[in-house]
């Protein structure tokens, strides 16, 4: 047989495409390593460049991300898509003046797309305007009323603002709309935290981290829990799934002498205990049929 020589390198297309599958079940560090490899074929693939700064972008990494979008921006300045997620971006470092003239002009250039206009009511709210964050994020609800994105970040505007009979209602929609949804997961759970039903709230928190079980907001919400139920067991789960309190607590105990020995122990041990206690309350739940 003839040798057919070694097998061609997959096209820049084709790593997009892996790395975007990557990126959506959360594997964010193989999505970057594709889009990395793609764009070192073609440095100029959009795709590659607006994929890599949302990727950046998700993890917090968010001047990594700005590089990556300034560069797409130039090829493609007019694009609704590069804009708003620059908007994020200056979100996520805490320049909202930027954000929102970023997301305005993505609304601008697309006034019928529902996700620019949920990001510049994020962008309106970090900056005060709450009037003109309702009318935005409400707006977008109202383009895609079935759309997770639009109805969670609706929701937690108005749990924020502690409008929470508002809210139930927007945690319902999104519930019938996207009941498998992390996000959805977790506003339906604040939501009926602050109703007052723990339990329920629990359930939401459990679904939620069996889908990623080190998320820091669902953990947030299983400890709020826990300390609705009880204070002392709260701040239990709190030292737990806390570096940064196991450390205060080391700190705390280096002053009684040969106990502060206790302090490392427990430093050390904690994050087992907290993965056991995690593990302990995945098994119990039991969700509703109807939630």
Sequence with gaps: M??????SAPSPDALVFQAVTFRAAGADAKAIDLLKQALAVRPDH???????????LDQGKTWPALDVLNGAARQAPESDIILRLKALCHLQRNAPLLAVEEARQAVRID?????NHTVLGRTLRQRGDFVGAEAALRRGV???PRSAYTLVHLGYFLVNRKRIKDAVVVADDAGRAAPDDFGVMLLRGDVALRLGRADEARDFALWAL??????RDAIRLLVSVK??????????WRLNSSLVLRLLLVAAMLPLGPLWIIAPIYLIAGR????RMLEHELR??????DF
């Design 284 to 289: 119990s739940v039991r969700l509703k049929p």
């Design 2 to 7: 003839p040798d057919e020589g070694p097998p």
């Design 227 to 236: 300390a609705h139920k009880s204070w002392l067991l709260g701040l239990w």
């Design 111 to 115: 006034p019928n797309d529902a996700i």
């Design 210 to 215: 069996s889908q990623r079980a080190t998320n």
């Design 46 to 56: 959009l795709n590659a460049q607006i994929q890599l700064g949302a990727t950046y």
């Design 272 to 275: 087992i205990i907290f993965a």
């Design 142 to 144: 109202e383009l895609a």
